[in-house]
């Protein structure tokens, strides 16, 4: 059975940064893509972006071009994602999901953290 932990949020300023952790067990991350979703009560959930499984591909939506950045550890199974130049309207509850597919519908995505809360002041 695979599980999914998503850590790193918290309370931010509005221009700083944090970096979201997202490690798996009990599957080999290499066999998946990584997708970053993040769901807030005003714009419901937002796919953020997706790192394929060796980490050569990433996509990211308009709305975080340039300010976040994803990566990934195979070796530790564990993925990331930098969030730099944060906004106010950043904050929301950050998942990170797996999938076989190259896909940006969340509903491809089959296992899912419990999220992590970022919030990010004015």
């Known amino acids: 059975q695979v599980h999914v932990v998503e850590s790193g949020g918290g309370v931010v300023q509005a221009g700083g940064s944090l970096r979201l952790s997202c490690v798996v067990s009990g599957r080999a991350l290499s066999g998946y893509f990584v997708g970053w979703v993040r769901q807030d009560q005003e714009e419901g959930q937002i796919f953020l972006g997706l790192i394929s499984p060796g980490g050569k591909q990433n996509v990211y939506s308009d709305s975080v071009k340039g300010r976040f950045e994803l990566s990934r550890d195979n070796a530790l199974n564990t993925a990331y994602l930098q969030m730099n130049s944060l906004k106010p309207e950043d904050t929301a509850v950050y998942y990170c999901?797996?999938?076989?597919?190259?896909?940006?519908?969340?509903?491809?995505?089959?296992?899912w953290g419990q999220g992590t809360q970022v919030t990010v002041s004015s």
């Open positions: 999901a797996l999938s076989t597919v190259f896909s940006r519908n969340p509903a491809r995505y089959s296992e």
